[in-house]
Nanobody
Framework: QVQLVESGGGSVQAGGSRRLSCAAS????????MAWFRQAPGKEREGVAS???????IYADSVKGRFTVSKDNAENTLTLQMNSLKPEDTAVYYC???????????????????WGQGTQVTVSS
């Protein structure tokens, strides 16, 4: 059973930055498709960014140019660097694991088999 643990959530003012991390227990996580999702109150969980085993990334239109997903081999974590944050970025953020090298488009929940518990990010105006 793959375990994922997110950290780095918190409160930030609009325009600020936040860096999320996800520690994965799967031995092949670096060569697998990993992704970040978020879920705001009353809304469905939506894909934010994904990165495959080759380092190819995909971003939701709403975060392009502001968010960066990466695999930090030194820290052994999946990261999401979020810049120029907006109040509409407020949500619980989840990391997800897919036991395949390639990611699919769109970034949809049905493609992922393991999930973290989530970390809250609140952006105030």
């Amino acid at each position: 059973q793959v375990q994922l643990v997110e950290s780095g959530g918190g409160s930030v003012q609009a325009g600020g930055s936040r860096r999320l991390s996800c520690a994965a227990s799967a031995s092949n996580w670096r060569s697998s498709c990993m992704a970040w999702f978020r879920q705001a109150p009353g809304k469905e969980r939506e894909g934010v960014a994904s990165i495959d085993g080759f380092g190819t990334t995909i971003y939701a239109d709403s975060v392009k140019g502001r968010f960066t997903v990466s695999k930090d081999n030194a820290e052994n974590t999946l990261t999401l660097q979020m810049n120029s944050l907006k109040p509409e970025d407020t949500a619980v953020y989840y990391c997800a694991y897919r036991n395949l090298v390639r990611c699919a488009t769109p970034i949809a929940t049905r493609y992922f088999s393991a999930w973290g518990q989530g970390t809250q990010v609140t952006v105030s105006s």
